[in-house]
């Protein structure tokens, strides 16, 4: 079985965006967070089905938000190294893998 687990800068970007998205309407933030958990789901089903984009990292996009679930596919464990922002600083996690 393949472990999950998420680095501790991703669970505070993973933090920051359900808190913005609920600052600008009420539940936004939950359905954003519904949102990532159903992204993490397919990726621990499907591991190697999302693009590579970077030597090692793959990104899956979460639906109807504009972000990235970024993350590690190893042999027993899936490490999510970002949740990212599909246009803002492109590449800013790379020296966290």
């Not at 933090?15 to 359905?31: D, I, M």
């Not at 993350?71 to 190294?81: F, K, P």
Request: glycine fraction near 2%.
């Amino acid at each position: 079985m393949t472990s999950f687990r998420i680095l501790s800068e991703a669970s505070e970007e993973l933090e920051a965006c359900v808190s913005y998205y609920n600052s600008q309407r009420s539940n936004l933030g939950t359905e954003f967070l519904a949102e990532f958990e159903r992204t993490a789901e397919r990726i621990l089903k499907l591991p190697n089905a999302a693009r590579m984009v970077s030597e090692d990292v793959r990104s899956k996009p979460i639906h109807r938000f504009p972000f990235y679930v970024l993350y590690r596919s190893l042999e027993d464990e899936i490490t999510i190294v970002a949740v990212a922002h599909r246009r803002r600083r492109p590449r800013y996690w790379l020296d966290r893998t």
